[in-house]
């Protein structure tokens, strides 16, 4: 039975009055959720239990409002469309805070205002932003519940898709509210769509007071509270206080022939490969070595050092909250299979028959259909400029269950998380980072997590391809002094007895024709066969100033026609556009003065030195 709260009319106006029992007696809750009422003033208080009753009625009541429209039950049972306003696509890091009352506290990373400043403006905005539809008050835990990896939320939204979307992307409902008892500690998130105006949108965290404010978006990143929001910028400051780490990385098991399963993270900036890498499919050529996938996480991890000394990894999240475009039976087929079913689909093409399409997925598109904004559109549609319209947009997304996933692996269920035996970067590069190497040792490791770059894509708003450092991944996503978030990864290395090896990858490189050199998808899992091999002391590797790279035919190139030149290529390392490079990385180093590690400037120094030496 669902739980509402009436807000009282009239003079009581300001005043959230109970005529069914509250379903908590969590009083700092309550009171809480009673003083955001006030503020917002919605038409009602809805407490969500996660219930497949609760689940129907919201489909329901969207499908009423509009917020959803139901797909071909025959052929996406469960499945529903979602479109944004136009405005409303992707993450805008421009409008998103944090809100320190030390500036430096903040770091250059990111866009600062004192708390008190914050809570005035975006107090404004929320006043009666409510009004005319339901407040949902979604109790959430990021990670298994009962896990110490574990933390809690609670969510308060006027967004009916915001619900249904977090009732995939987190475990979400009664046994959360049970968990956090009657004083637990939780994430106080504050969500409400408003008017949809980017002139009065922001996303605002408040990591002193555990706290998060998001008006004026309907997107993914903006208002799913517990993915970017929680499990990233108020987790990696939660981690550095608490001596863990929330990082933007997939989780993955390789399991060999003899059953043995090795775990690896990779933290790739957003729509650079993290989805398809953790489900990634052996290709044919590497078939017959028998390995298997094991799926647990694509966006984020959690770690902390294991009573075995090993650094162990869950996934906070339960669902995916996957990129669309280029997602298709070939380069990602078990994708395509997670979400045939109970999925929501964002900005993408309508068919007449209720199915979907996008650029670059499965078949052909439909004659004539309703593209992401609402329009009529078929094939080969141009706007006024002669442009061809895109039926999807380029963020288009999915959120599916992980529990669907064909790969999905039950150690996702545990609260112990998985041992990690290799961390691995990347980013989009056109040029200058080779296809892998590996780093001399953790310190190492760590300067080049921290020297990533990669081009712009279209899960931010902004110039597209643009090229910017982005340490880790984790730049529009650290919720602190960034100098500092680097200082506490050299940290964690001391503390790791059984330190996972770092490494470096870019599938991205393009050749002279501007084509990718590399086949990427599938095809990663030969560089993964040889990262594990380093692993284990099994796969040669050549010493270069910047790294250990594979040496030629170490990486198992059977069944795939690239051609010697290119492999060459691919593994190049140019000491002059390396040293080109350097004087960017410095670029980006100098707005963290004094607080930036020693170590990261002696690790750049030595490099250099060893660049110029290799001339
Ligand atoms: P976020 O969800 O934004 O964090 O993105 P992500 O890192 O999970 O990226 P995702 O796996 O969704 O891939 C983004 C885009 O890159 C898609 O269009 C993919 O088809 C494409 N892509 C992924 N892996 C490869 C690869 O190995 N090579 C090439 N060329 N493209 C890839
Ligand atoms: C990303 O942009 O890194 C994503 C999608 O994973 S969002 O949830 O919008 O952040
Ligand atoms: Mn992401």
Not at 217 to 230: A, D, F, I, P, R
Request: proline share 6%; net charge positive.
């Amino acid at each position: 039975m669902q739980q509402v709260t009436k807000m009282a009319k009239g003079k009581e106006d300001k005043k959230a009055v109970s005529d069914q029992e509250i379903p908590t007696k969590h009083q700092k809750l309550i009171q809480w959720v009673n003083e955001m009422a006030a503020l917002c003033q919605p038409d009602r208080v809805v407490w969500c239990d996660g219930s497949e009753d609760e689940k129907t009625r919201l489909e329901r009541e969207s499908i009423t409002n509009g917020e959803l429209i139901e797909l071909n039950p025959k052929k996406l049972p469960g499945c529903f469309l979602h479109r944004t306003a136009h405005n409303d696509v992707a993450r805008t890091e421009h409008l998103t805070f944090i809100c320190t009352s030390k500036k430096e506290d903040a770091g250059p990373n990111n866009n600062w205002m004192v708390p008190k400043e914050a809570y005035a403006k975006a107090g404004a905005m929320f006043q009666g932003a409510m009004k005319g539809r339901n407040m949902y008050v979604i109790p959430f835990c990021m990670g298994p519940v009962g896990s110490p990896f574990s933390k809690i939320g609670i969510e308060l939204t006027d967004s009916i898709y915001v619900v249904l979307n977090m009732r995939i992307m987190t475990r979400m409902g009664s046994a959360v509210l049970k968990a956090l008892g009657t004083d637990g500690e939780f994430t106080k998130g504050l969500h409400s769509k408003a008017d949809l105006d980017i002139n009065r949108r922001l996303i605002l965290h408040f990591p002193e007071d555990n706290t998060i404010w998001s008006i004026g978006s309907g997107y993914g990143g903006n208002v799913l509270l517990g993915k970017k929001c929680l499990a990233l910028r108020i987790g990696s400051w939660l981690g550095a206080k608490e001596g863990w780490m929330a990082e933007h990385m997939l989780i993955l098991g390789i399991e060999k022939p003899n059953g043995e399963i090795k775990y690896i993270t990779a933290a790739f900036p957003s729509a650079c490969g993290k989805t398809n890498l953790a489900m990634i499919v052996p290709p044919e050529g590497l078939r017959h070595k028998g390995y298997k996938i094991w799926t647990v996480g694509d966006d984020i991890a959690w770690l902390r050092i294991g009573k075995d000394g090993a650094l162990r990894a869950v996934n906070p999240e339960a669902g995916f909250f996957g990129v669309l475009p280029g997602t298709n039976s070939k380069t990602n087929a078990v994708a395509m299979a997670t979400m045939k079913k109970n999925t929501i689909y964002t900005n993408v093409v309508l068919a007449p028959d209720k199915t979907v399409w996008w650029e670059d997925g499965d078949g052909e598109p439909p004659a004539e259909g309703i593209d992401w904004k609402g329009n009529p559109w078929k094939p080969g549609t141009k706007d006024a400029e002669g442009k061809p319209v895109l039926g999807a947009h380029p963020n288009s997304r999915f959120t599916a269950p992980i529990s669907q996933c064909p790969t999905f692996s039950p150690k996702m269920n545990d609260p112990e998380g998985v041992p990690i035996s290799a961390i691995i970067f990347g980013g989009r590069r056109a040029r200058v980072a080779p296809l892998v190497y590996e780093s001399f040792n953790w310190q190492h490791g760590v300067y080049v997590g921290s020297q990533m770059a990669s081009e712009r894509t279209a899960a931010q708003y902004g110039k597209q391809g643009e090229v910017r450092r982005d340490p880790m991944a984790m730049l529009p996503f650290c919720g602190y002094n960034m100098a500092d978030y680097f200082a506490h990864w050299l940290r964690m290395g001391q503390r790791i007895k059984k330190q996972p090896k770092i490494f470096h990858v870019n599938w991205f490189r393009t050749g002279s024709d501007g084509k990718f050199l590399w086949p990427g998808f599938g095809d990663n899992l030969r560089v993964l066969e040889w990262i594990l091999g380093r692993v284990e002391g099994t796969a040669e590797a050549e010493e270069t100033p910047i790294g250990y790279i594979p040496k030629s035919n170490s990486i198992d190139l059977k069944g795939l026609s690239l051609d010697q030149n290119k492999v060459q290529e691919l593994l190049s390392i140019d000491s002059q556009e390396w040293l080109e490079d350097l004087k960017s990385q410095e670029e980006f180093y100098v707005q963290f003065g004094d607080r930036l590690p020693k170590e990261i400037r002696s690790e750049l120094d030595a490099l250099r030195k060893r660049l110029s030496r290799s001339q």
